[in-house]
């Protein structure tokens, strides 16, 4: 058990019931959307985190490196979300905030936060990569759930560089949206931008592949004790790591898109082409490889054999 992650849990069941609560009685708004929206996102996102990690480092053999990393990625998101709701408390923006030397002070003690949880991450991810974890798919999945994760976690400090538009010094550096200021036009309560690029969509998709890729492996084998589908220990593995493939080609086809300015709910050509390559292709290769005719068991087991006729007497 991490005491980070317990702590994490539960202070954010408490923040969530306060933003609902804050959402209903104040109408503090601060770049067009409620103060009250970004912890209640924060809070739901982290609460599914916490019980996460714990859930899936539970199946691993726990060593001091390992403790050591959970808990310090438990309190790193303590940090993050007590400071931003603490913003919310105040009336005013938590992220790119340097309106005054307070708000500068809480964005930098959010940026230390978000560092060490990247850290955190990678030594984690590093730690699982050379440890064996067995042969199942959820074995790979971890593995690749952690590092990916980290990798989405490292995809946000690209919205805190100066962007066009901002004067160094100012009070604003760093935006979630390429091609204009932040603002309320997206879609509801996640606030994703429908008019330009939205660094926060591939950052969302990249943290949850925590969540995605275990639960694509737990499915595979799932369909696989039904009878559903004819896979081994090594098909299974395959199927998830292709699955995993895609899922980071979407997080990769998303952050271009951003960057170029797109918005996520209308996507280009290119976008188009680029998501075809990275992503739809190795999804349809896990299905192929899924469904293809019983591969894994030896034939001779299935055939069936008439029984030899017996004599007469």
Do not use: C
């Not at 010094?169 to 979630?176: A, L, M, N, R, V």
């Not at 992503?279 to 087991?301: G, M, Y």
Request: cysteine-free; aromatic content about 8%; glycine content about 8%.
């Amino acid at each position: 058990m991490s005491r980070g992650l317990t702590v994490l849990t539960l202070l954010n069941v408490f923040i969530l019931i306060a933003s609902i609560i804050g959402r209903i009685s104040d109408s503090t708004v601060a770049n067009g959307v409620s103060v009250w929206d970004k912890p209640a996102k924060f809070a739901l996102s982290f609460l599914a985190f916490g019980p996460a990690l714990l859930w899936l480092f539970s199946h691993v053999e726990s060593t001091k490196l390992i403790r050591r990393g959970l808990g310090a990625l438990g309190w790193s998101m303590v940090v993050e979300i007590a400071l931003i709701f603490m913003q919310s408390v105040r009336g005013t923006t938590s992220h790119f905030n340097k309106s005054t030397t307070f708000d500068s002070a809480v964005y930098r003690g959010m940026s230390v936060g978000v560092s060490v949880f990247a850290l955190a991450g990678v030594i984690t991810g590093v730690v699982l990569a050379r440890k064996k974890l067995g042969t199942n798919a959820l074995a790979l999945a971890t593995k690749l759930a952690v590092i990916m994760m980290t990798a989405g976690a490292l995809l946000g400090f690209a919205m805190t560089r100066t962007m066009e538009g901002q004067v160094e010094g100012g009070d604003t550096i760093g935006s979630h949206t390429i091609g204009a200021a932040d603002s309320g036009v997206g879609i509801p309560f996640l606030g994703w931008s429908t008019e330009f690029g939205d660094l926060r969509v591939a950052h969302f998709l990249g943290l949850h592949s925590l969540h995605v890729i275990p639960l694509t492996a737990l499915t595979v084998m799932w369909l696989t004790r039904r009878q559903t589908v004819d896979l081994n220990d090594r098909g299974q593995r395959r199927v998830t790591a292709l699955a995993a493939v895609a899922y980071g080609g979407l997080v990769i086809t998303t952050f271009v898109q951003a960057l170029r300015s797109i918005p996520f709910t209308s996507p280009d050509t290119n976008t188009w082409t680029t998501l075809f390559f990275l992503a739809l292709t190795p999804a349809f290769a896990a299905v192929l490889v899924a469904l293809r005719p019983t591969a894994n068991l030896k034939a001779s087991s299935d055939a069936y054999v008439e029984p030899a006729p017996t004599a007469r007497h």
